[in-house]
C-alpha cells in the first residue's frame, strides 16, 4: 500500500460531471463564436465561463462524499 501512487480524482470526476453541464457549454461556446472577429478586447465570455464551471464544480462536491471514505471506515 505505501508503494502506491495517490491518484488525484479531480480529473476524472469533472469529466464525469461535463455531460450534466452542456447547456453551460454550449453558451460559452455560442459567445466565443459571437466575439470570435472582436479586435478591440472589450468583448469576452468571462460570465459564460464562469457559469460553465461553476455548474461543473457544483456537481463534483456533490459527488464527494461518494469518492471520500472517512477513516474510521477503512
Excluded: N
Aim: hydrophobic residues 30%.
Amino acid at each position: 500500500m505505501a508503494d502506491e501512487e495517490l491518484v488525484d480524482p479531480k480529473k476524472y470526476l469533472e469529466d464525469s460531471c461535463k455531460p450534466k453541464c452542456v447547456k453551460s457549454l454550449l453558451g460559452y461556446q455560442a459567445c466565443m463564436k459571437r466575439i470570435e472577429g472582436d479586435e478591440s478586447g472589450h468583448k469576452h465570455c468571462t460570465g459564460q465561463y464562469f457559469d460553465y464551471w461553476s455548474c461543473v464544480d457544483k456537481c463534483v462536491m456533490s459527488l464527494l462524499p461518494m469518492v471520500f471514505i472517512p477513516p474510521s471506515h477503512i
